[in-house]
């Protein structure tokens, strides 16, 4: 996820990163202490991923941006405007897990909007672990392109194969694995429940 020098893929520094995430965590009006409770991230990664000490993993930063009521692809950039918006391949966001695995951001920040469409890749036997919940009324849409891609909702496990697609509330558990030999790379839309709904954190 982090090159040898300190920066994101895509550009962002993990000091960037960190001071965009306390950013957001004062106008939430979050203490340190309550982001940890309401992500389950330890107190100390918090810290220290906000001074840009630690590089956090995605599935650490996806529950950071749960907790926060937004969007890994919102801590990663700045809104572009509401209008046409070509993300070239060399702009797009990537973020890598040591665990074996890469998630491309393919859709623009924009104001007001906490929408996610991105392309994963999951390398032979890799599972990505779970995600928390995200805020009531939040939707995701998964199409696998190709390998075969294991949809786990709520505990109940979903197999899916090149060509297939599948839609899950987004306020539930769920997680992605990839059991073959083979890489499995899928593509996912997220959309967020309103903001007045408050995140989810169960």
């Known amino acids: 996820m982090v090159d040898g020098d300190g920066v994101l893929s895509g550009g962002l520094s993990v000091a960037a990163l960190g001071s965009r995430l306390r950013a957001l965590r004062s106008a939430r009006g979050l203490a340190l202490e309550r982001l940890a409770e309401l992500s389950g991230v330890s107190r100390s990664m918090v810290s220290d991923v906000e001074r840009g000490a630690k590089t956090p993993t995605v599935l650490v930063l996806d529950r950071l941006a749960t907790a926060l009521g937004t969007s890994i692809a919102r801590l990663l950039d700045e809104p572009d405007r509401d209008a046409v918006t070509v993300l070239r391949q060399a702009r797009q966001r990537v973020v890598r897990d040591p665990a074996g695995w890469e998630r491309r951001i393919l859709s623009p920040v924009l104001p007001g909007v906490e929408f996610e469409f991105m392309r994963t890749t999951l ?80």
Do not use: I, K, W
Not at 142 to 166: F, I, M, N, P, Q
Not at 186 to 201: D, F, I, K, V
């Open 123 to 202: 390398g032979p036997g890799v599972d990505a672990g779970e995600f928390s919940p995200h805020r009531p009324g939040s939707r995701e849409y998964v199409a696998v392109e190709s390998g075969r891609l294991r949809l786990t909702v709520d505990g109940e496990a979903h197999l899916l194969d090149a060509g297939d697609s599948a839609y899950f509330p987004g306020d539930c558990r769920h997680g992605f694995a990839n059991d073959t030999a083979q890489d499995c790379v899928y593509y996912l839309a997220m959309e967020l429940g309103t903001a007045a709904a408050g995140p989810s954190h169960g």
